[in-house]
């Protein structure tokens, strides 16, 4: 039987380009997406083409908890076991001080780190089980914050931190560690060809990422990192060689 793995925020960018790529090492997915149903679809269609039954959907809020729960029994339903979970899925907007709400912190905090907290402990058992992994999708920003950012800074340090500790309590069964990515792919909102240029000359490749980078990334530590635990890999260019 075809190895599983549960990717969240499956749909595009970066947690579809991991799902891509892992389909081609064979493993059965369940991907996961919240509105994005149009490109879900487009995906699982696409992959089941190459390898049929191959591919399902799951559709969740990771902002509930409960949903978060559903959502680890929906995915063990299907294979009956996980090999490997991704954690990708994530909110991600300014919020300068002064003018955060609540209800910021409860989206950024809740996409980025409480829903991968809670999804891990609830998989925790099958990936004990199966000898499995954990790879969380954390940011450069986890160490030095991104200026009009705080949350989201705060919550992929928490990420950062949450690995490790996972890291420690999963062992020796289970894997867990993280990708940090950097200038990888544009937002969805608009950035100015200045700000743009301004970013890319503190790259020392002089050049933005592509998802496959990250997707490579992640293949890596679910296929061929097997004495690495608790570790962020950082994939930027070398961006923080010049923070």
Known sequence: MSKVALI??????????????????????????????????????DLNAIRPDSVCLIKADLLELDQVNTLAEQALAFWGELD????????FYAGKIGDVTEQDWNDLLGSNLKAPFFLSQALAPALVRRGGCIVNIADIHAER????FPVYSIAKAGVVAMTKCLAKELAPKVRVNAVAPGAILWPDHQL???????????????????????????????????YITGHILTVDGGRMLFS
């Open 145 to 148: 914050g991104l200026q009009g």
């Open 8 to 45: 969240t925020g499956a749909a595009r960018r970066i947690g579809a380009a991991c799902a891509r790529l892992l389909h081609q090492q064979g493993y059965n997915l369940i991907l996961h997406y919240r509105t994005a149903l149009r490109e879900s679809r487009q995906l699982a269609e």
């Open 192 to 226: 100015s060809d200045e700000r743009k240029v301004e970013i890319l000359q503190k790259v020392a490749l002089q050049r933005c990422g592509h998802a496959d980078d990250i997707a490579r990334a992640v293949r890596f530590l679910v296929e061929e990192a097997d």
């Open 84 to 91: 490997v979970l991704v954690n990708n899925a994530s909110l």
